[in-house]
């Protein structure tokens, strides 16, 4: 029996790194009948069966699974940000560090473009919000060691709105990574990414990133109705006053007492993120209102 990784899943076959080679298996038929399938990031004991071959036998208890993309384990999630075109909505940023607390992920968040625009006021803000926050640039190289240690030995997902810079990025953290992914050039000499399935790459640096296209548009139905139930722990610079509001069951958005109103009138907390906090809240309430008429 050998331990390894799935790094790749297609047709039925998983693809699994055992250390000395990459082995292709099937599952147990027992996965099916357990409704439980094994994912691209999944350790897995596999038994070998010569020339290449195995059977995935049984897979490790997960850190936390993704639907779209079907991924496990992923230990970090990169959300990059610009200020200089096209601009990111801090919101989108909120937006994907809440769903990362609720699937136990750690956030990175990168400013990429500093070459245009240092991006001063999303530093600040994810800086005081407790987040490892990086200021890059693709172009010139700026801040891509410091990326390269703070991925190595993790498995990340890079996350971003579109032209924000992910491929170029990735490509810069290690220049075979388009020959990985086959990235193809169109006129204007933009990356585009083909790929079609959730695959994991080893980078130089050591670090596993998971490239898939789900990532940039993160469907989150599934997730919605645990995050309003969940909404402020997820917010992580919140925690130490929520045990603090004059009220049990505060909503922390207008009570009188709220402790965390009280910390964003102080500073303590960050108003651009309390104002995320309002409009995911405001979101997510009808659908709850809706879910609860149902029942
Ligand atoms: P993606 O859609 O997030 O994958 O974005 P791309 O990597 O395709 O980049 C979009 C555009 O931004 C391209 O024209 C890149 O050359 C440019 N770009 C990416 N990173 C930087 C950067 O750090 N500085 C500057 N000036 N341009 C960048
Ligand atoms: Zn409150």
Known sequence: MARGRIQKALSGFYYVDIGAEILTCRARGRFRREGQSPLVGDWVDVQELGGGQGVVESIMPRRNAFARPAVANIDQLVVIGSVAVP????????????????????????????????????????????????RISAETGEGLESVRSAIAGKLSAFTGNSGVGKSSILNALDSEFHLKTGEVSDALG???????????????????????????????????????????????????????????????????????????????????????????YEELKPLQDWQERKK
């Open 190 to 280: 933009r990356g585009r990414h083909t790929t079609r399935h959730v695959e994991l790459y080893h980078l130089s640096c050591g670090a596993d990133v998971v490239d898939s296209p789900g990532f940039s548009s993160f469907e989150t139905d599934e997730l919605n109705l645990e995050l309003k139930h969940r909404l402020p722990e997820t917010f992580r610079e919140f925690e130490p006053y929520l045990e603090h509001c004059r009220f049990v069951g505060c909503s922390h958005t207008k009570e009188a007492g709220c402790a965390v109103l009280e910390a964003v009138r102080t500073g303590s907390i960050q108003k651009s993120r309390h104002a995320s906090y309002l409009r995911l």
């Open 87 to 134: 601009k990111t909505d801090p919101f989108l940023i909120d937006r994907v560090a809440s769903i990362a607390a609720l699937k136990h992920c750690d956030v990175m968040v990168l400013l990429n473009k500093c070459d245009l625009d240092p991006a001063d006021e999303l530093f600040q803000i994810y800086t005081a919000a407790g987040f490892p926050t990086l």
